[in-house]
């Protein structure tokens, strides 16, 4: 069955640290991975999102994700995080059909 | 505005007490889908649909109820609800739901089950 991990559960960082969120899945097929955010008190939004070409995938807010298919991994980077970023942040994976898998979310707390 | 409403927001019910829980978009898409919120669980799928009237069961249907009688909207219902049913519901929808597409999220439904 596909899974998918999150190994981090929370993150506590300064204002300006930098922060990667791992995120491995158990597919050995294509697949289309997703990071999805929510802000307190918000709705889940798109962060970015990966489905071919170029593995360094941009997105909002100065994230970025990198897949490395080797290590079945798409983790999620930001150089440079800012108070606003608190948030939980989610991993998800859809391999090709209608189901959607998600990771147990990474609560990130930002310190001012 | 773009938007995924559910309601109700919040729920407070009782053991055996039937209860639906809407969802509504008014994007014109094609694709819905409900998930469950636990700690340390993250999101699980209960139910999709892919277009009117075609449904299909995720990770964890057991005790859920779906039905997609017009585009627009797809509510989830609990025939029997039980204690392990409390949790955050979202209601999400897609252009389709088929590999690329972001998935646009509702409020949340959050719901007790005494």
């Known amino acids: 069955a596909q899974s998918v991990s999150q190994h981090n559960h929370h993150v506590i960082l300064s204002e300006a640290a930098s922060l990667e969120l791992g995120c491995n899945y158990s597919?050995?097929?294509?697949?289309?991975l997703f990071w999805y955010v929510q802000y307190p008190g918000q709705h889940l939004q798109l962060l970015l999102k990966?489905?071919?070409?170029?593995?360094l995938v941009k997105g909002i807010k100065g994230f970025e994700a990198e897949f490395i298919k080797s290590k079945f991994s798409f983790n999620l980077r930001k150089p440079s995080v800012q108070w606003s970023d608190t948030a939980e942040y989610f991993c998800a994976v859809n391999a090709g059909t209608y189901k959607y898998i998600f990771g147990t979310g990474t609560r990130l707390k930002v310190l001012a | 505005e773009a938007q995924v409403t559910q309601n109700p927001r919040y729920l407070i019910t009782v053991t055996g007490k039937k209860l639906t829980v809407t969802c509504s978009q008014n994007m014109n898409h094609e694709y819905m889908s409900w998930y469950r919120q636990d700690p340390g669980l993250g999101l699980r799928q209960i139910y999709y649909s892919m277009n009117v009237e075609v449904t299909d069961k995720g990770d964890v249907p057991e005790g859920y109820k779906v039905s997609r009688k017009e585009k627009r909207n797809f509510p989830l219902i609990l025939e029997s609800p039980s204690p392990n049913q409390t949790s955050l519901y979202f209601c999400?929808?897609?252009?389709?739901?088929?590999?690329?597409?972001?998935?646009?999220f509702g409020p949340g439904t959050r719901l007790l089950v005494l």
């Open positions: 990966y489905f071919s070409g170029d593995p």
């Open positions: 597919y050995g097929g294509t697949v289309n």
């Open positions: 999400a929808s897609s252009f389709d739901g088929f590999y690329q597409e972001t998935q646009y």
